[in-house]
């Protein structure tokens, strides 16, 4: 008993104020691709590197839009490795509300030889395409349902089919160095006692009717994040005869967390997000 | 090519009892000898190898090689330990009988691996005690994934969820329990049904494959650059092993070594992706005692090694490290020093965690003769890995088949014989005491030079069995070549696969409020099962 409390004591808080300090990833640590748009000549070695489709290309006669789809990306660092003019960076706090929000779109004037001449629009964020009376109604609701669950909520987390890896890391968050419970959040055994549904994916075809029905079971007002590429996008799985793809496909999703996996501080900011507590 | 000369008299005795119904073997490496036989032979060939060569089947799989030969391959994967060896039968399965003879009643290692045959390739089993499905839920239609004339992104109906028939168990005061998949903790997703009698639970029903992903079936579409990305997502706890593994089947079809120096760094990473999970456990088996400040203080340990994960990989789970020829990418000396010093400073933490769970004699109390799977059970099971080795069954890849680094360090592989939670708690203590000692080893004297080889691109039809010991147990990744730098075939054997069936075993007689702690004790992928 005496060893265990002296023990603990020893050891002292080990729990990161996380987010009033930013997160501490090491220099090493892969995050957003950065692209160095105006000096890019090619991106084909780029695109060929990718193996999920997160940085895609298509050329109409003249133009090339370049697509890089963080949902998608597992930043695995095989473009940046193809293209010097592509450089990983650690930002790994990339949580999104829309789908769109994870898309940026460069377009260049093309050459004959399928490289780039000028950069027609540089890097840009795709447009939300839903309209802005819908949006403005449902920024209300989601502040609204921010108030009711913001200061404490209930988290129920579904594998709709993933390796696991993200749930190394979502169980890392109940370790006392993230320790989720000092804002009010904590994880529940069943979705009825649940506000937000936390599914890593892709979703399986044999997991979907589990999910619907999970989800079905949560009282409203809920919260769905997908995490991880897989959860966004169904990641390197994308769509097969066994993977249904991303979460969005099967349930309405409020915040996309990429990531492959999402570490801790990915996770929490996402959560928070959700919350409006980001 | 010559076998190894331990192999010699095991292949002078096949040829002796088996002469010509043998096909010449084909000996691409000295410790993968390749037979063709008949279906006939099989019992006989398991029979002759399991007794007289101590052999142990370690994995079973199929090929569609119509288009190559006009057949369906099954491939039975003999290891023998002892000799250091792998012997494979190839079975020809002709298409216009697609059917082959279970082997299950004799050796119940076998039970799930040929119900997944039949699933994903439709060939129909016979004689096997329990032929349903298994990777493919009740409500599939008649589709065989894994033939050549099913495409990938094959569109299928919507699954209506048809229930499962479980089998039933019948009794006075016999009541069900059904759990999952959706499970209450984070952890993925499974059916459990226990059959309980007052607190004993009977007899366990697992289902599993609720995360089946197609991912063989994606291996055969993706470049091999990019199959390494996939491998890591086989299961991503133990991403960098099969990642690895997979990088090894490669190397060995393309009869290229990855330099010293990158087998030092796998081996690290190896060990690495050991200690952090290995932490994990033990703290998550302390908390399903209710012993909650040690799992907190594994997770604070657990959180730093991830940390050094990161700083070495770029990746906390190790992604992004693995490339077919050696690694990625080089240490510079503060990595390597930053390496030592957290392996260090995690030694004597290490040692306290452990001393606080040793003087706790009520976790004790709750670990001690809960959950045995007996060694006979085992051995008939064919379990692997640290199960395996709480149970007395003493085979460790690192050991007898020297891959990465391990040749070039001393370890000792603990092993027990009571199969109990709290001896699968030991063998993680003393493997992760021994994954000090062998990084320690292999960071004092890191070798320099280059860290990844250059490959050929590889001709098609050539077959290789890559394989690493995981902290789970054996992986085994077998390819087989497709023109154009792909691959007609990736066989992944990951060791969850094995063991499941032994949580059905370890289970029965216990109490239905142990089941966290034995299956944690285990703690098997799903996803690797799934795949």
């Known amino acids: ?278 | 090519m010559n076998a190894l000369p331990e192999l010699q008299p095991i292949l002078a005795s096949l040829t002796e009892r088996f002469g010509a119904q043998i096909q010449p073997m084909q000996i691409p490496r000295p410790n993968e000898v390749y037979f063709q036989g008949k279906m006939e032979l099989v019992p006989g060939f398991c029979a002759l190898l399991y007794k007289e060569w101590g052999a142990r089947l370690a994995s079973l799989f199929a090929d569609d090689a119509r288009a190559q030969t006009g057949d369906f391959h099954l491939y039975y994967v003999f290891a023998l330990d002892a000799a250091h060896g792998f012997l494979i039968l190839r079975v020809p399965v002709p298409p216009s009988q697609p059917r082959f003879v279970s082997l299950t009643n004799a050796l119940p290692a076998l039970n799930w691996q040929e119900r997944e045959i039949q699933d994903l390739f439709g060939l129909k089993l016979e004689g096997h005690p329990n032929a349903r499905p298994c990777a493919l839920h009740d409500d599939w239609p008649a589709v065989h994934p894994l033939r050549k004339d099913f495409a990938l992104r094959t569109v299928l109906p919507p699954f209506a969820g048809e229930r499962h028939k479980f089998r039933v168990v019948e009794g006075e005061g016999v009541f069900q329990v059904p759990v999952g998949p959706v499970h209450a903790g984070i952890i993925e997703p499974g059916h459990f049904l226990f059959s309980v009698a007052g607190e004993s639970v009977l007899y366990l029903q697992i289902r599993l494959f609720y995360t089946h992903k197609g991912t063989e079936k994606l291996f055969e579409n993706l470049p091999l650059a990019h199959g390494v990305a996939l491998a890591e997502s086989i299961s991503g706890d133990s991403a960098f092993a099969h990642a690895t593994a997979f990088c090894h089947a490669i190397e060995r079809a393309a009869g290229v070594e990855a330099p010293p120096r990158a087998r030092a760094m796998r081996s690290i990473c190896l060990e690495l992706e050991r200690i952090y999970n290995h932490i994990g456990d033990i703290g998550a088996i302390a908390t399903d005692v209710a012993f909650v400040v040690a799992n907190a203080h594994a997770m604070r340990l657990k959180e730093q090694v991830l940390r050094l994960n990161e700083q070495l990989a770029g990746n906390r789970l190790l992604r992004g490290l693995a490339a077919p020829g050696g690694v990625r990418s080089d240490w510079n000396t503060a990595q390597v020093e930053a390496l030592r010093q957290r392996v260090a400073w995690l030694r004597p933490e290490f040692e306290s965690l452990v001393a606080l769970i040793r003087e706790s004699s009520s976790t004790r109390d709750r670990l001690e003769t809960t959950g045995i799977l007996r060694p006979e059970t085992a051995r008939d099971l064919g379990i692997v890995g640290l199960a395996g080795r709480a149970s007395g069954f003493a085979h460790d890849l690192r050991r007898d088949f020297p891959h990465a680094a391990y040749a070039d360090v001393t370890f000792t592989v603990p092993v027990f014989q009571e199969g109990d939670v709290l001896r699968r708690l030991q063998v993680r203590v003393d493997e992760v005491r021994q994954s000090f000692s062998i990084i320690e080893q292999l960071t004092s004297a890191l070798p320099s030079g280059a860290i990844r080889a250059s490959l050929p691109v590889l001709p098609p039809d050539v077959v290789a069995l890559g394989y690493v010991e995981g902290w789970r147990g054996e992986i085994f990744h077998w390819i087989r070549t497709a023109p154009d730098g792909r691959l007609a075939r990736c066989k992944i054997k990951d060791p969850s696969l094995q063991n499941w069936p032994a949580l059905s075993e370890a289970i029965q007689d216990n109490i239905i409020p142990d089941f966290p702690v034995i299956n944690k004790s285990f703690n098997l992928s799903y996803s690797g099962t799934d795949r």
Request: net charge neutral.
């Open chain 1, 1 to 278: 008993m005496f060893d265990i409390l002296y023990h603990s004591l020893a050891t002292g808080v080990v729990t990161t104020d996380y987010p009033k300090t930013p997160a501490q990833t090491s220099r090493q640590s892969r995050g957003r691709p950065e692209i160095d748009a105006p000096n890019w000549k090619d991106a084909r070695a780029a695109v060929a590197a990718c193996p999920t489709g997160a940085l895609s290309c298509t050329d109409g006669p003249e133009t090339r839009r370049v697509t890089l789809d963080l949902g998608k990306c597992t930043f695995c660092g095989f473009c940046a490795e193809a293209d010097p003019a592509i450089r990983m960076s650690n930002v790994c706090e990339l949580a999104a509300r829309h789908k769109a929000e994870l898309t940026t779109t460069i377009q260049y004037q093309l050459a004959p030889d399928g490289t780039h001449q000028a950069l027609l629009s540089p890097p840009r964020a795709a447009a939300d395409p839903r309209p802005a009376a819908l949006d403005a109604v449902g920024a209300q609701l989601k502040a609204r349902i921010a108030k009711v669950l913001g200061r404490s909520l209930h988290i129920r987390e579904v594998d709709a089919g993933s390796c696991n890896g993200c749930e190394v890391e979502i169980a890392g968050l109940n370790s006392p160095v993230y320790d989720l419970e000092r804002f009010g959040l904590h994880f529940v055994a069943s979705p009825r006692h649940a506000d937000m549904l936390l599914v890593t994916g892709p979703v399986s075809r044999n997991m979907e009717l589990a999910l619907r029905k999970t989800y079905e079971a949560m009282p409203a007002p809920r919260l769905v994040v997908a995490v991880g590429a897989c959860g966004c996008s169904g990641g390197i799985f994308g769509t097969n005869y066994a993977s249904l793809g991303g979460v969005d496909k099967v349930i309405p999703v409020d915040v996309y967390v990429p990531g492959c996996p999402p570490n801790p501080y990915a996770l929490l900011h996402g959560i928070l997000t959700a919350i409006d507590r980001g």
